[in-house]
Nanobody
Framework: QAQLVESGGGLVQAGGSLRLSCAASGRTFNSYAMGWFRQAPGKKREFVAAIIWNGGSTYYADSVKGLFTISRDNAKNTAYLQMNSLKPEDTAVYYC???????????????WGQGTQVTVSS
């Protein structure tokens, strides 16, 4: 059974950094685009970043451009999200997802992880 598992979330002070990982199992996602999304309490799930299957192109939400970096290691079947200069408004549950195309729309992704909580204190 295909599965995505996020890790690396936690509590960090404003200005700090975290690195999220998304480990895939049950199948290879090397031909899939990978995306990161987040959802804060009472808000809709929003796009954060995406990367195409070979890592050759990336796409970011304007709110995280220059602060977050998405990457992947296909040999490890793992995607990453490096988050720097974190702000309290980055607090959310972060989800990784796999889909055929590098998209910002959640509905275009076929597989989802269970999420990892990121809390940024002021």
């Amino acid at each position: 059974q295909a599965q995505l598992v996020e890790s690396g979330g936690g509590l960090v002070q404003a200005g700090g950094s975290l690195r999220l990982s998304c480990a895939a199992s049950g199948r290879t996602f090397n031909s899939y685009a990978m995306g990161w999304f987040r959802q804060a309490p009472g808000k809709k799930r929003e796009f954060v970043a995406a990367i195409i299957w070979n890592g050759g192109s990336t796409y970011y939400a304007d709110s995280v451009k220059g602060l977050f970096t998405i990457s992947r290691d296909n040999a490890k079947n793992t995607a990453y999200l490096q988050m720097n200069s974190l702000k309290p408004e980055d607090t959310a549950v972060y989800y990784c997802a796999a889909g055929r195309y590098m998209e910002s729309r959640p509905g275009r992704y076929d597989y989802w992880g269970q999420g990892t909580q990121v809390t940024v204190s002021s």
